[in-house]
């Protein structure tokens, strides 16, 4: 098993990865002889590589894999020591920016680019991976700028975004990068994955078209089954808004349901973390020095909940969105039903009360769907959760 049997689906983007990490291995020998790589090798291979596509496409997993295969001797064979530590990402030369809060700040990643500077400890390539580059700030997009536009000899740059948009990339960063393209995997594709990891094949099926592609979403409905309860009752919402009382209701406990799920996704790291950076500070000493000791722990300890509270926001942001991306399919699954359109629903459970919404007018679901759209728009833009949910349900009331 090799690291690109983890990138479900993507087979064009395998092969162009694949070249290019035989590329790498040929420039890398070629520098160690001193010779000079041919023009068509260095056309394969180049310092900044942007990958882009839908949410569960795998961005993040073919950066990973394309950063084991550029560090393996033997282009990704997913089982020497280079392929495992990248995979658990403790590589030394293999650098992860994976924003847990809401933007990734100048602050990492001028850090990041003065690490990637270094020389390869491994003596082949110093990569820098950046998930969701999208959520880079102005000031921290202008310090990658300046690494992308004059790379040290051996340093790669791998990074994540959903599309090529400026508003996901900035035009400067994009136009220096070799794009990949990635595509929602098949179904069956998602199913074999979740069959090959030791679930039931009917389970992975359904989880597989109800997580619409998405391979570790329907990883999670498949083994979680708080996952699938949140599903079923975003699910019962559409057929359930019959008057304005139940529309905030609803909202309500979307939003409330979202907080929760922040709160426990909170509750199992925040307080491990204050205890670690409480002992790393050395709290309960005596002696010389503990005064200053304590008074830098309380800027740390500050700075920790800063990080934690824009984590917990992501986290409650995310769960939102996986309810909206759910009532998006449901009112999809009715315009499918509406033009009896040969494919394979989303909900299949939720055939009930899909045929009874199939009475509204075409133009009356569509709007519903843009409501859902214009939702998960508004949290984009940092509009409270509770008054863009409250304005979407409303927006849903059945007539």
Same mark, same amino acid.
């Given at each position: ?34 010779? +000079? ?12 590589? &942007? ?183 975003? &699910? ?75 984590? +917990? ?6 769960? &939102? ?36 919404? +199939? ?6 679901? &569509? ?25 979407? +349900? ?6």
């Amino acid at each position: 098993m090799t690291v690109w049997d983890e990138l479900v689906g993507q087979p064009e983007a395998v092969a162009i990865l694949s070249g290019a990490s035989r590329a790498a291995a040929q420039i890398v020998a070629s520098r160690r002889s001193g010779a +000079t790589g041919g023009d068509e090798v260095l056309a394969q291979m180049t310092h900044a590589w &942007l990958f882009t596509g839908p949410p569960g496409s795998g961005r993040s997993v073919a950066a990973r894999a394309f950063a084991a295969a550029l560090q393996c001797e033997n282009g990704g064979c997913g089982e020497c020591a280079a392929c495992h530590t990248v995979g658990t990402g403790t590589h030394a030369d293999v650098h992860m920016v994976v924003p847990e809060g809401l933007s990734i700040s100048v602050q990492e990643m001028r850090k990041i680019v003065l690490t990637a500077a270094r020389a390869p400890s491994g003596g082949r390539w110093q990569v820098v991976v950046v998930e969701d580059a999208d959520r880079l700030t102005e000031a921290a997009a202008n310090a990658l700028l300046k690494a992308v536009e004059e790379p040290p000899e051996r340093t790669v740059f791998l990074l994540c975004a959903p599309s090529t948009h400026p508003d996901d990339v900035p035009v400067t960063i994009r136009s220096r990068c070799r794009v990949v393209t990635l595509r929602t995997p098949p179904a069956d594709a998602v199913a074999g994955v979740l069959v090959s990891r030791g679930v039931a094949p009917e389970v992975a099926e359904w989880a597989a078209q109800a997580s619409q592609g998405h391979v570790g979403r329907a990883n999670r409905l498949a083994r979680d089954p708080d996952a699938q309860a949140r599903r079923a009752a975003v &699910l019962a919402i559409p057929a359930s808004l019959t008057n304005m009382a139940a529309c905030l209701e609803a909202a309500d406990k979307l939003v409330k349901a979202a907080e929760e799920e922040a709160a426990a996704f909170a509750a199992e790291r925040n307080e491990p973390e204050k205890e670690a950076l409480a002992a790393a500070m050395g709290a309960g000493g005596t002696g010389k020095g503990t005064a200053a000791a304590t008074r830098s722990a309380g800027a740390a300890l500050k700075d920790l909940e800063r990080k934690q509270k824009s984590r +917990t926001t992501r986290a409650q942001r995310d769960a &939102l969105d996986r309810a909206l991306v759910d009532l998006a399919a449901f009112y999809r699954d009715v315009m499918l039903d509406q033009a009896g359109a040969d494919v394979a629903s989303a909900h299949p459970e939720a055939a009930g009360d899909v045929r009874r919404l +199939t009475a509204l007018h075409p133009e009356a679901v &569509l709007a519903r769907l843009d409501a859902v759209l214009a939702c998960r728009e508004a949290l984009e833009l940092n509009v409270k959760p509770r008054i863009a949910v409250e304005a979407m +349900t409303t927006a849903l009331r059945l007539p």
